[in-house]
């Protein structure tokens, strides 16, 4: 089986991480890309072999689509997310899920309303340092953690 996948938002995290991990993934085609602006979306989508969207309430409309990628400016997620889940599609939304509570709480609203599963990328709250260190807190070994500082690095795959 195969996942079609419409992304919104042809920004930087969709061009270096979403479209070349989708591209290696035998089970996800990206079908359609929409962009606000022309030149982004028309450049991904004839790289990709998928259709353009200036307007991601038409893309919704596709019905050559299962999934939503959902990577455009933060203020948009919620109406985003929720529009694509009451059009029927399943949702990936970046991080941050939401800018404010009300808003995370009506995508979830959504979501169970539509069936549709709903998925936010905080991917990085699966990296191993990052669960040693909430471990670390949890068990008090710290002491009241009042403040912190850290840096994180990973390794970039070059695309
Ligand atoms: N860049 C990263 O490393 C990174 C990492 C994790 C999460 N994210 C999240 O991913 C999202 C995108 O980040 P980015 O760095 O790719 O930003 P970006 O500014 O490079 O890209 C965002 C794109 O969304 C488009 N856009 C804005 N409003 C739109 C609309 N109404 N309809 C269609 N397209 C619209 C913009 O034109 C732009 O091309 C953000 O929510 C960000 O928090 C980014």
Do not use: W
Not at 108 to 125: E, F, H, P, T, V
């Amino acid at each position: 089986m195969t996942i079609k996948i419409g992304i919104i938002g042809a920004g930087k995290i969709v061009r270096v991480r979403h479209l070349p991990e989708i591209q290696m993934n035998s089970h996800a085609e990206v079908t359609a890309i929409c962009d606000v602006v022309e030149a982004r979306a028309k450049e991904l989508a004839q790289e990709y072999g998928s259709k353009a969207y200036l307007d991601y309430r038409q893309m919704l409309l596709d019905p050559n689509i299962d999934a939503v990628i959902v990577a455009a400016t933060n203020t948009t997620h919620a109406e985003m997310t929720i529009a694509a889940l009451q059009a029927g599609k399943h949702v990936l939304c970046e991080k941050p899920m939401a800018t404010n509570l009300q808003d995370a709480q009506n995508m979830l609203d959504a979501a169970k309303s539509s069936g549709k599963q709903l998925m936010i990328g905080q991917n990085q709250r699966l990296e191993p340092a990052h669960i040693k260190a909430r471990e670390i807190i949890q068990a008090g070994k710290l002491g009241k953690v009042l403040s912190f500082t850290t840096i994180f690095g990973h390794p970039v795959c070059e695309y």
